[in-house]
């Protein structure tokens, strides 16, 4: 092994570890997993077999999204369907939750806020710990007997994006009043009233909101692993599924989901970029 | 004259407003009474802005403010009007529906329909109330309080902003509230526009009333020597 190729070894080894450590996930499968996986570039003939590996999955995975592979379309549909629930419900909670916090006057208020806003950066495997605790045989909701189940994996996502949404529209909403406030309560809303209106208001910056929080949900894995178990056919998600079928060294299946997610990732940016643009049009103002 | 008639719409007695550190407001003594076009003035910061926000009942001080009885419809129209992010039309639907224990809901969109006209702006109905000009939104906002037929309306320099001939507009509109019978109180830098709207003219000066007086009387000989300087900075030639 060339001194080079020891050393970028090396590096990349670091590199890695200081990604598994800053991503908090936890996951089965750390970065340094899915590299070992795939033996380290040690000379010329191995490097072409692996390199041409590497393209045969490719093509495979792309084949699989192209023929709508059954347990792709499957996985998928669930991450989509699991996402997208948690963020109906963080939406509905969150933003009248939100509006109200904008304009609550209680003591405690500063520190509700200050509480909120550090539940911005809730690490998912902390929240999937917790539903856990909560949903197990042994916990106080384990006679709902949903642990492992796509209910379940709702239930941590919806805890996960809630403070994305709730704290977010707190802002839009409070910002807004420093100037509609005044008129609003002149024309006969009262102060709830006058918040939920601003979300009315603000709806682009809402749906900005949602579509932020939608992002968080489908790219997480730490909370939906533990709740839901990556159960084949039940609970596997996109994010689960990369995780479990990188450690088994089943490239094809995992590079698909990687694409697609980063397709359902690549569509949320444009939809929040045109939503964006549909804002300015709507007060006149050209966009760049 | 009736009872009705000499009865003030509105009172305060003693009122002072505290912002924070700064004094808004101290012990304010003021009425308004049906009929009145009332133009408060000064400088900026002497209060004119937070008297009418307690007048209306957004900020709240010590001493009294009493309503009449029964107590007056108000409706304010602020110096930069704010409207959802809605078109023309349904910000006015949404007015009078916040407005509903007044307006009967089977009223709404004829009286709706009748403010626009009144203001003229009709055609503008189905656009993003944003993108009005800003003559066009004061109009608005104007449509938008007269709609709910107030007894007194408060208007916070509404021609602040406007060009000479959306400033006339809004003018005549004022003009035609008051020969309706609607009480007016307006808070303006205009001494002109006072002059030749206001039926009454108070001077705030430093969160006081400094005087009060019908308007021939103040822009005549005046007994204070603040409100003497006052017109005189405003004004290049000497109005006695």
């Known amino acids: 092994m060339s001194i080079w190729t020891c050393g970028r070894a090396a590096l990349a080894d670091a590199w890695l570890d200081v990604l598994a450590a800053a991503s908090g996930e936890g996951a089965l499968c750390t970065p340094r997993h899915i590299v070992s996986s795939i033996a380290p570039i040690e000379n010329g003939a191995h490097g072409s077999h692996r390199v041409n590996e590497f393209a045969?999955?490719?093509?495979?995975?792309?084949?699989?999204?192209?023929?709508?592979?059954?347990?792709?379309?499957?996985?998928?549909?669930?991450?989509?369907?699991?996402?997208?629930?948690?963020?109906?419900?963080?939406?509905?909670?969150?933003?009248?939750g939100g509006a109200w916090l904008a304009v609550a006057r209680f003591p405690g208020l500063r520190v509700a806020l200050l509480l909120l806003n550090t539940l911005l950066a809730l690490p998912s495997v902390v929240v999937g710990l917790a539903v856990y605790l909560l949903l197990s045989r042994s916990g106080p909701l384990g006679s709902w007997g949903i642990l492992f189940t796509p209910t379940a994996m709702v239930i941590a996502q919806t805890i996960l994006v809630l403070p994305v949404v709730a704290a977010l529209s707190r802002q839009v909403v409070a910002d807004g009043l420093r100037d509609g406030g005044d008129p609003l309560q002149s024309l006969g809303a009262g102060p709830l009233l006058a918040a939920l209106l601003m979300l009315v208001h603000e709806r682009w910056a809402v749906v900005t909101i949602l579509l932020t929080a939608f992002g968080r949900a489908i790219a997480e894995v730490g909370a939906v692993m533990i709740v839901g178990g990556n159960i084949e056919g039940v609970t596997r998600v996109m994010t689960t599924a990369i995780a479990l079928e990188t450690s088994k060294g089943d490239l094809p299946l995992a590079l698909a989901l990687g694409l697609v997610l980063l397709a359902v990732v690549a569509l949320l940016n444009v939809a929040i970029a045109i939503v964006q643009r549909s804002r300015f049009a709507s007060v006149g103002l050209q966009t760049r | 004259m009736s009872d009705a008639a000499t009865l003030p719409l509105l009172r305060l007695s003693n009122v002072s407003v505290q912002l924070g550190t700064v004094t808004a407001l101290q012990r304010v003594s003021f009425s308004v009474r049906r009929g009145e076009f009332v133009a408060v003035i000064g400088a900026n910061g002497s209060g004119k802005t937070t008297l009418l926000r307690v007048l209306h009942g957004l900020v709240e001080g010590t001493g009294m403010r009493r309503l009449g009885e029964p107590a007056p419809v108000q409706a304010m129209v602020f110096h930069r009007p704010f409207m959802l992010n809605l078109t023309v039309w349904n910000n006015l639907r949404l007015a009078l529906w916040l407005a509903r224990a007044r307006v009967p809901r089977a009223e709404a969109p004829a009286r709706a329909l009748e403010a626009l006209q009144r203001v003229g702006l009709v055609d503008s109905r189905d656009r993003p109330a944003r993108v009005l000009s800003g003559g066009e939104q004061q109009r608005f906002a104007l449509a938008r309080a007269w709609a709910v037929r107030p007894d007194l309306l408060l208007l916070d320099e509404p021609t602040a902003n406007l060009d000479p001939s959306a400033k006339k507009e809004v003018e005549t509109l004022l003009q035609g509230f008051a020969a309706d019978g609607m009480t007016l109180v307006m808070s303006t830098h205009n001494l002109g526009q006072a002059k030749r709207l206001a039926t009454r003219v108070v001077y705030v000066d430093r969160g006081e009333v400094r005087l009060d007086l019908p308007t021939a009387q103040f822009f005549g000989p005046s007994a204070d020597e603040r409100a003497r300087l006052f017109l005189k900075g405003e004004l290049s030639w000497d109005l006695e």
């Open chain 1, 56 to 96: 045969q999955s490719a093509k495979s995975a792309l084949d699989l999204i192209v023929h709508a592979d059954a347990v792709l379309v499957r996985i998928v549909a669930l991450s989509l369907a699991v996402s997208g629930t948690a963020c109906l419900f963080a939406a509905g909670f969150g933003l009248v």
